[in-house]
């Protein structure tokens, strides 16, 4: 067993990217199911596409318990809130699988369960702090932890990633590794992410990723500003109880920790002085 977000898991299925510390929330299982699961007659209560609507991403329909999660063409995948558990439609599975039911199909359950879960990568920067990047696809988060792991910090998520705000709020690390993809479109896991494996960490501070530039740019966001601009990174089932919690949760991590935008630049030479002058930048925020 490994565990994730926390939480030991109990599996069947033979993932790669479970982190090696025990699990200290409890315990989440991830089946499987031979044959495809059922989709709802009714509508999506959620449903992301591309750009130009020629692709889903997602969909997500209300079902008794818990939700269903359909994610061309990696799979379904059935949350349960209640017992912790997730079933996996695996006859369609794709070399996307494993990171969409790790950092898509477990973050749901979680934000289902009362936790902030966010699309975004996050590091560990020193003395048991967090430091959080969001932002959509393309942006850098992923080359931005990459590169602060180069430089010795630890990787908390590249994709995926769970913070509780029972107190102050604490970021809890996803799977382990960091997708990298080459000039050519091939995918690989990169599983040099910084010295050990990070546990779970307070979270110092939470920058939005823009558009890449030039140079390197910070800005402080206002809370009601920054609410707007991290509507896109929240992860939740849909329909309104679901957006609800997820926008609440949003709201009291603000509350605590300053949000920052940001932008690096295009050039990938520059990145890793960039990363770690954002780095600096967003902890004097804090």
Not at 68 to 92: K, N, Q, W, Y
Not at 251 to 268: C, G, K
């Amino acid at each position: 067993m490994g565990s994730l977000y926390g939480y030991e898991i109990e599996t069947d299925l033979q993932l790669e990217r479970l982190n090696e510390a025990p699990g200290e929330r409890g315990t989440l299982a991830l089946a499987t199911s031979s044959s495809p699961l059922p989709i709802p007659d009714e509508d999506p209560v959620a449903t992301l596409e591309t750009e130009d609507g020629a692709v889903v991403v997602y969909s997500s329909y209300e079902v008794e318990g818990g939700c269903l999660l359909t994610m061309p063409p990696s799979g379904s995948f059935l949350i349960e809130p209640g017992p912790g558990r997730v079933t996996a439609d695996t006859t369609e599975r794709d070399e996307l699988f494993e990171h969409r039911l790790e950092s898509a199909a477990v973050c749901t359950l979680l934000a289902m369960r009362g936790d902030l879960a966010l699309h975004a990568a996050a590091i560990e920067a020193g003395d048991g702090r967090a430091v959080v990047f969001c932002g959509p696809s393309h942006r850098g988060k992923s080359t931005i932890a990459r590169a602060l792991a180069a430089g010795g910090h630890r990787v908390l998520a590249e994709d995926g990633l769970v913070v509780t705000l029972d107190g102050p709020p604490v970021a809890y690390p996803g799977a382990r590794g960091i997708r990298v993809r080459d000039e050519h479109g091939k995918v690989t896991l990169d599983t040099e992410t910084g010295p050990g494996e990070p546990g779970h960490c307070d979270v110092a501070a939470v920058i939005l990723l823009g558009e890449r530039g030039e140079d390197l740019a910070i800005e402080r966001l206002e809370p009601a500003e920054a609410m707007a601009s991290f509507t896109s990174s929240l992860i939740h089932p849909g329909g309104r109880p679901g957006i609800a919690v997820a926008f609440a949760n949003l709201a009291r991590l603000f509350h605590s920790v300053p949000p920052v935008s940001a932008s690096v630049p295009d050039d990938l030479d520059a990145l890793p002085r960039a990363a770690g002058e954002l780095l600096d930048a967003a902890l004097v925020a804090h």
